[in-house]
């Protein structure tokens, strides 16, 4: 299979590579495809031809979509609709990622696939944009893969790194650490488990245009996420829970926002325990 890979120098991007064994992957950079300049995409796929386009680019910067909301729409929406209709037109298939923030945080037990969308900020209000005009303009072509907290080797050049590694880095440093406690995820995911899941997904041969939701198995809070970073990186890290009401950073953000993973497990795929999933990730970084 031909796969067009945008955003293929993120964590995410850079893990799909690694772990591909049988694809051909075209990796353009962002200077021959810029979500931010349209036609670039479009231009791409015409030339290219790929069976299958791949969109791990997105603005997730919470803070930064707030105070430019039309660039995070450029990105996570219009951008995507591009995508889409350019996808239709080659007769390519098209997977693309979204948010658990696409929810609101209203339920206590995992949201399921068709469970209905209500998000809080600008983040969540473009991603589920870019979802909806994704699967509008080529419903017969579009996969919509959710997840949660990302966390890979090649780190997150927006946010300088990510989060693990920074709260590995203060827990080794002995620093008290403050972490929300009233925050219910489920569950920051390693894109080395996730790029597996996605691979596997694409080829499976029961995989369907629509939504699925992949993250690693289990659910927590992000203060017991840093709590199991601090124990396994060492340092004799104080983490303090801190309730910040839903909000940090002038930001809404759910109280609950865990994902069921019921459509792609259905096709067999599924992702471990986040436990076992970071665990492995921190021994990587020894």
């Known amino acids: 299979m031909k796969i067009l890979l945008i955003g293929a120098s993120g964590q995410l991007g850079s893990d799909l590579q690694r772990n591909n064994r049988v694809h051909e992957i075209v990796a353009p950079d962002r200077s021959s495809v810029d979500l931010a300049n349209p036609g670039t995409a479009a231009k791409a796929i015409g030339e290219m031809h790929p069976d299958l386009v791949v969109n791990c680019a997105a603005f997730h910067h919470l803070t930064r979509c707030e105070e430019d909301p039309a660039q995070a729409f450029l990105i996570n929406a219009t951008a995507v609709r591009e995508l ?51 699967l509008a303009y080529a419903p017969q072509h579009t996969v919509v893969i959710r997840t949660c ?33 009233e925050q219910v995820v489920g569950a920051p995911t390693s894109t080395d488990d996730l790029s597996r899941a996605v691979l596997a997904l694409i080829e499976s041969t029961g995989l369907q245009p629509g939504i ?28 303090v829970p801190v309730d910040r009401g839903g909000r940090f950073a002038g930001v809404s953000r759910p109280h609950y926002s865990a994902l069921a993973n019921t459509n792609a497990r259905a096709l067999g795929v599924t992702l471990r325990p986040w436990r076992e999933a970071l665990a492995d990730y921190l021994l990587t970084k020894r």
């Open 84 to 134: 889409a209709l350019a996808c239709a037109e080659q007769d390519a298939r098209f997977v693309t990622f979204s948010t658990d923030y696409v929810f609101g945080g209203a339920e206590r037990a995992p949201y399921r696939e068709d469970a209905t969308p209500a998000p809080l900020q600008i983040y969540g209000i473009s991603r589920l944009a870019g979802e909806r005009a994704a």
């Open 149 to 181: 907290g990302l966390y890979g080797r090649a780190g997150s050049k927006s946010r300088g790194g990510n989060f693990v590694d920074a709260r590995a880095a203060e827990a080794r440093a002995g620093k008290r650490i403050e972490m929300a406690c």
């Open 212 to 239: 699925y939701h992949l993250v690693n198995e289990g659910v927590c809070t992000w203060f017991e996420f840093t709590q199991e970073i601090a124990r396994l990186s060492g340092g004799g890290a104080e983490v």
